[in-house]
């Protein structure tokens, strides 16, 4: 297997190619993250895995609340006293913000066919979202026909 440097939402393989597709602690970095979703699915052979791990909203307001003072007050300044890159961990808090939630993902935005089997750690804040597919490649165009090629 070698190691490819491409972007997420137009990846240069076939169609069906891969068992298991995995992302850690990026996809809320992808520019169009549903389009690298999609892509995903599509390099996806039937019956494959989506394994994304990833920051999410904890499940309880008040975990919510104290997570979120932590998250935005305190481990900027932490970060920043002990690297001196503050800023990275300012955008580390804004881009997991804005990311939306594991369901959101699932289902909004993965056009409805991820399937959920998370694990959740980190008092809800974290967690690992596996997602089956059980057919789409029957569903999804090629990528020639997406583009507009001929």
Same mark, same amino acid.
């Given at each position: 297997?070698?190691?490819?440097?491409?972007?997420?939402?137009?990846?240069?393989?076939?169609?069906?190619?891969?068992?298991g597709?995995?992302?850690?602690?990026?996809?809320?970095?992808?520019?169009?993250?549903?389009?690298?979703?999609?892509?995903?699915?599509?390099?996806?052979?039937?019956?494959?895995?989506?394994?994304?791990?990833?920051?999410?909203?904890?499940?309880?307001?008040?975990?919510?609340?104290?997570?979120?003072?932590?998250?935005?007050?305190? =481990?900027? #300044?932490? $970060?920043?006293?002990?690297? +001196?890159?503050?800023?990275?961990?300012?955008? !580390?808090?804004?881009?997991? &913000? %804005?990311?939306?939630?594991?369901?959101?993902?699932?289902?909004?935005?993965?056009?409805g066919?991820?399937?959920?089997?998370?694990?959740?750690?980190? =008092?809800? #804040?974290? $967690?690992l979202?596996?997602? +089956?597919?059980?057919?789409?490649?029957?569903? !999804?165009?090629?990528?020639? &026909? %997406?583009?507009?090629?001929?």
């Amino acid at each position: 297997m070698a190691l490819v440097n491409a972007p997420a939402e137009a990846l240069p393989f076939k169609d069906a190619s891969f068992d298991g597709v995995t992302i850690g602690f990026g996809i809320r970095n992808v520019p169009d993250f549903r389009a690298g979703l999609r892509e995903m699915l599509r390099v996806l052979r039937r019956g494959g895995r989506v394994s994304i791990l990833e920051f999410s909203t904890p499940p309880s307001r008040a975990l919510w609340k104290l997570y979120n003072y932590y998250f935005h007050r305190i =481990l900027p #300044r932490i $970060g920043g006293w002990l690297t +001196g890159r503050e800023e990275a961990y300012r955008y !580390l808090t804004d881009s997991v &913000s %804005r990311f939306p939630a594991a369901a959101g993902v699932q289902g909004r935005h993965g056009g409805g066919r991820l399937r959920p089997g998370g694990v959740s750690v980190a =008092l809800g #804040r974290g $967690g690992l979202h596996p997602h +089956g597919n059980p057919a789409v490649n029957d569903r !999804l165009p090629s990528r020639s &026909s %997406r583009r507009g090629a001929t």
